[in-house]
Structures are given as structure tokens and as C-alpha cells.
């Protein structure tokens, strides 16, 4: 599943072993662009970003636990995404990296966020970015909960059959529920074709299953729809009550920022079809109470709202939207997205630290 020029090696760490991906002949002293993947996915998913990558550049693309070839071990989701942010930085640190630019798709972007916010970093960038407010269970730009115990985000909301075949290796494509079915219609646009989507759903079927990891814990809730985030498992790190992001803008150092998402994202947008209350509204989760008590979450509102400020704040962001594009800009449009990271690379301050 490695393509040609990619290499995959283990490295123990204090907190985890890791496997990561690096791209044969990059020298070791060449500033790092640091790739991190999201949810249900793998470094694999970075392999031709890497290698596309500008040769002044060394790429590394690091598994989070429980993906991947690395180590399983249990998230604990009482402290958001810090269990993965603090096994990125045992990996840097291993690695002897220093300083380094961070890459992040989806959740990973969230990874990334969080990483800023304890570490200094040249640059970030976002690829389709988990809201800074969390996943679900949210209102308005300024990511105000909607209940006090975050009801219908977390691991409650996850498709049962899709836990089932994800843990049962299914490659198929027969049912909606199959990890294949679920890449196409929800990774990329409608239509999308790629002579490597054995490997995606390869590298999907390594997600470790189970309530320390995906999808993780649940709790019942006397809010609609009766389930909220357990303490536990990969989901429940997003829920709002444990995740908030926007801390990002008070950095005194601040890495620039390059945001690049596409328009027709059906994870991460206004109108999600993983948010809980879009189901509702839809008529596929049954007793929804209504737009006041139960709205849509803004993910992209949100996350332009804080950029904005970040912005305001005198940090640099750039925003890319590709127009008829998924919520994988570097599989569906690889040229923009490696032309847009190409330049922010070439922008960010190459010593912004002493």
C-alpha cells in the first residue's frame, strides 16, 4: 500500500509507538512539514501530498493512536484532542524535528490547532478542519451549546453497521454502510474515481474499534435525541464540552494559516450529514424538537469566525475554497491544494523562532 518514494518506519516514544511515513532521500536537517490525518483514515491518505511536496522539505506523516500501524491505545476524551496533539509532539520530539509546519485534514486539523496552542509552530494548515468549537451540538459563529451535556454529538451518533464492518474488514461496496460506500459518498464529490481507492479503504479498515477508541462511549441524555459523549473513544474527543479551539487567537506567536476546503463538503459544512440535528431536520432521526432548540451546526461559520479574529489579532490566514469539491481537497484536487501549500510554505518565516 506504500507508493513508490514513501517509507514507513516505527518510532518509540515516551507516550507511544508511532509508525510514521517519510519520503525517501529528504534531508534529515530540511524544515518538516508534519501531515496529519483525520478520523477513519491513516497517513496513507498523504502518501502523493508528501511526494509532491517541495524538495526543500522534509515529509513526515505520523499515525494517531489507534490508526494505522501504530500502537492502540485508549483516548481518553474528557481531554479533547490532547491525547493525539501530546503523541504528535513525543513523535517531533523523537524525531528531532524542532519546529515544525503542520498539515492537518479534518479532525486532524483539529490535532494541529491543539498542538499550536502548547507548542510553537511555522506554519499550520487546515484542510477541511474540524469546527474550533467541536463537532455538533452547537450555535452560531460564536459556538454557543445548545445543552449542558452536549446531547446528539459523540459516539451515540455513530451507524452501528458501519462500526460493524469497519471492525469485520468489509471492502465491499454492496451496502450504503460499507467503508467504500461511505468514501464515496462522503470523502470526496459525487463522481470522484482513483486508481488508489483500494488504498483509502485500506487505510480506513485500520482504525482501531472499540470504546477506548472508535467510535468510543456513550451516555443516555434527557435531551433530544437521548444520547450524549461518553468519557472515552475517539468521537467523544469532538463534543463540544470538551473541545474549544479559539483559545488559538490569543497566541502571542502566531504560526500563518492556510485554510483550504471545498464547497461541497458533506462532513464539515453548515449543513452536515454527520450533525445530528441536520438528521433530525431531515426526518432520518426521528422526534427532532425544532430549528430553536436543535439547529444546524455552522462548521464553516464557525471556523471562519474565528480565522477572522485570529486574523484581526495579527496573524496571517489564507482561505482556499475549490468550488464543486469535496471534503478531501488533496485527493479530488490535487494540483490546487499543492500549489496553495507550496505557496504557504514558501511565505511562512523559515526562522520565526529563536
Same mark, same amino acid.
Given at each position: ?9 516505527? *518510532? ?30 491513516? #497517513? $496513507?491518505?498523504?502518501? @502523493? ?5 517541495? /524538495? ?5 506523516? *505520523? ?6 500501524? &501504530?500502537?492502540? $491505545? ?16 513525543? *513523535?517531533?520530539?523523537?524525531?528531532? =524535528?524542532?519546529?515544525?509546519?503542520? *498539515? ?10 491543539? !498542538?499550536? $496552542? ?5 506554519? =499550520?494548515?487546515? @484542510?477541511?478542519?474540524? #469546527? ?48 467504500? &460506500? ?28 472499540? /470504546? ?37 487567537? /490569543? ?6 494559516? =492556510? ?29 427532532? +424538537? ?6 444546524? @451546526?455552522?462548521?464553516?461559520? @464557525?471556523?471562519?469566525?474565528?480565522? /477572522? ?12 475554497? $475549490?468550488?464543486?469539491?469535496?471534503? #478531501? ?20 518565516? +523559515?526562522?520565526? !523562532?529563536?
Amino acid at each position: 500500500m506504500l507508493f513508490d518514494g514513501i517509507t514507513a518506519r516505527r *518510532v518509540p516514544t515516551p507516550r507511544y509507538e508511532a509508525q510514521v511515513l517519510e519520503r525517501d532521500g529528504d534531508p534529515a536537517d530540511a524544515a518538516a512539514v508534519v501531515f496529519v490525518h483525520g478520523n477513519v483514515s491513516s #497517513s $496513507l491518505f498523504w502518501q @502523493q501530498a508528501m511526494l509532491d511536496l517541495p /524538495e526543500a522539505f522534509r515529509a513526515v506523516a *505520523v499515525d494517531l493512536r489507534g490508526f494505522g500501524g &501504530s500502537e492502540t $491505545l485508549p483516548v481518553d476524551a474528557r481531554r479533547g484532542l490532547r491525547d493525539y496533539s501530546e503523541d504528535l509532539e513525543a *513523535v517531533i520530539a523523537a524525531l528531532g =524535528l524542532g519546529v515544525p509546519h503542520l *498539515v492537518g485534514w479534518s479532525m486532524g486539523g483539529g490535532v494541529v490547532l491543539q !498542538y499550536a $496552542l502548547d507548542n510553537p509552530a511555522r506554519s =499550520l494548515t487546515l @484542510q477541511a478542519p474540524v #469546527s474550533p468549537y467541536g463537532f455538533g451540538g452547537t450555535a452560531g459563529a460564536d459556538g454557543r451549546r445548545l445543552t449542558d451535556d452536549d446531547a446528539g454529538t459523540g459516539a451515540g451518533g455513530v451507524n452501528p453497521d458501519f462500526v460493524a464492518r469497519l471492525g469485520a474488514g468489509d471492502t465491499g461496496a454492496d451496502a450504503p454502510t460499507s467503508p467504500r &460506500s461511505v468514501f464515496r459518498a462522503t470523502y470526496v464529490h459525487a463522481g470522484f474515481e482513483s486508481p488508489h481507492e483500494d488504498v483509502w479503504v485500506a487505510s480506513m479498515l485500520t482504525t482501531a474499534i472499540g /470504546e477506548g477508541n472508535y467510535p468510543g462511549t456513550s451516555t443516555a441524555s434527557s435531551s433530544w435525541p437521548g444520547f450524549a459523549p461518553g468519557e472515552w473513544g475517539v468521537l467523544n474527543t469532538m463534543a463540544p464540552g470538551r473541545l474549544d479551539l479559539s483559545p488559538i487567537v /490569543e497566541l502571542a506567536e502566531k504560526p500563518p494559516i =492556510l485554510w483550504i476546503h471545498g464547497d461541497a463538503d458533506a462532513i464539515v459544512s453548515d449543513a452536515s450529514l454527520f450533525d445530528a440535528n441536520v438528521l433530525g431536520r431531515l426526518g432520518a432521526i426521528p422526534g427532532w +424538537p425544532g430549528e430553536e432548540a436543535a439547529p444546524a @451546526q455552522p462548521m464553516v461559520s @464557525q471556523t471562519r469566525h474565528v480565522l /477572522e479574529a485570529y486574523r484581526g489579532a495579527g496573524g496571517a490566514v489564507t482561505e482556499v475554497e $475549490l468550488a464543486g469539491c469535496g471534503h #478531501s481537497p488533496h485527493l479530488e484536487l490535487p494540483g490546487e491544494f499543492n500549489r496553495a501549500l507550496a505557496a504557504h510554505l514558501g511565505k511562512a518565516d +523559515p526562522f520565526p !523562532y529563536s
